[in-house]
């Protein structure tokens, strides 16, 4: 069964930094591309950054480019997201979320999502 | 970018059937593949179509997706309506470079 368990979400200060996590299990992580995918409150989704299988090809919205980094360890099973400089806007329910080939635009599985709060 | 617009909200009674559109503001619609994303109140979404019109394993065939070049829209066709359905759904496409984009979801009443 694949899972997908999100960690790192929480409160922080406008212009802190933040690092969300990702451990997945249940298939073979470093087969597939990986994902992260946010949702502010009572709004729709939106696609923030995704990396493929073996790091090669990396993405970010246009929102983001610049404060976040996307990385992936294969070797623990782990997708990772760097937020810094977050701004009120970044304030969200950030999912991680599994493509379902070696370097793919949408999503097959998704994580239950890790909230992150930005206020002061 | 392009970007996928989808009816804020739609309604139908139960046994019915209805459809969701997601028209692609610039390119062709059939450039990539369509996804179409369940998400229930307080839940993760959950993929009830792909590549344009195929069903994951699991999702009911009540659910039918399609692509129509003319319009240059997708879209979501559930039949046999049960108040089990009543959820956003959102469109999904990519770019050239697999950068994802969604349309901005469609919120439908089972009533």
């Known amino acids: 069964e694949v899972q997908l368990v999100e960690s790192g979400g929480g409160l922080v200060q406008p212009g802190r930094s933040l690092r969300l996590s990702c451990a997945a299990s249940?298939?073979?992580?470093?087969?597939?591309?990986m994902h992260w995918v946010r949702q502010a409150p009572g709004k729709g989704l939106e696609w923030v950054s995704g990396?493929?299988?073996?790091?090669?090809?990396?993405g970010y919205a246009d929102s983001v480019k610049g404060r976040f980094t996307i990385s992936r360890d294969n070797a623990k099973n782990s997708l990772y997201l760097q937020m810094n400089s977050l701004r009120a806007e970044d304030m969200a329910l950030y999912y991680c979320?599994?493509?379902?080939?070696?370097?793919?635009?949408?999503?097959?599985?998704w994580g239950q999502g890790t909230l992150v709060t930005v206020s002061s | 970018n392009f970007m996928l617009t989808q009816p804020h909200s739609v309604s139908e009674s139960p046994g019915k059937t209805v459809t969701i559109s997601c028209t692609r503001s610039?390119?062709?619609?059939?450039?990539?593949?369509v996804q179409w994303y369940q998400q229930r109140p307080g839940s993760s979404p959950t993929t009830v179509i792909y590549?344009?019109?195929?069903?994951p394993s699991g999702v009911p065939d009540r659910f039918s997706g399609s692509i129509d070049s003319s319009s240059n829209s997708a879209s979501l066709t559930i039949s046999g309506l049960k108040t089990e359905d009543e959820a956003d759904y959102y469109c999904?496409?990519?770019?050239?470079?697999?950068?994802?984009?969604f349309g901005g979801g469609t919120k439908l009443t089972v009533l």
């Open positions: 990396i493929s299988w073996n790091s090669g090809s990396i």
């Open positions: 999904q496409s990519y770019d050239s470079s697999n950068h994802g984009v």
């Open positions: 249940g298939f073979t992580f470093d087969d597939y591309a």
């Open positions: 590549e344009d019109n195929q069903r």
């Open positions: 610039s390119g062709s619609i059939a450039s990539n593949y």
């Open positions: 979320a599994k493509g379902p080939g070696y370097s793919s635009g949408w999503y097959d599985y």
